[in-house]
């Protein structure tokens, strides 16, 4: 059985959640590339979308409000980045051991 949406039909289950409840779950839990001015962004806008559901619609409210805080792994990790280690590479006579 197939289950379309507002004429649309959901490939998979954050595209149909997104279809049902009429709000884009990046909204809520960001983008992993997102700069902190664009996260700031992004935020100041959820708050004023959250504002409005409470109003009109509070169950869906609540579950974009469970998104902000259950999703901080989207966050950007540049700040907390490891830089790459030198990898000595030993010659392929000394990295092969021979039986004997």
Do not use: N, W
């Amino acid at each position: 059985m197939k289950s379309i949406v507002a004429g649309r039909e959901p490939v998979t289950a954050t595209e149909f959640v997104e279809l049902a409840l009429g709000i884009d779950l990046e909204l809520f839990t960001g983008s992993p590339t997102e700069s902190a001015m664009d996260r700031a962004a992004r935020l100041d806008v959820a708050r004023e979308v959250l504002a409005e559901l409470r109003e009109s619609d509070p169950e869906t409210a609540a579950y974009a409000e469970s998104l902000l805080r259950a999703l901080p792994l989207k966050q950007s990790r540049t700040s907390c980045r490891r830089t790459r280690r030198a990898v000595v590479r030993r010659p392929v006579h000394e990295r092969t051991a021979v039986a004997a």
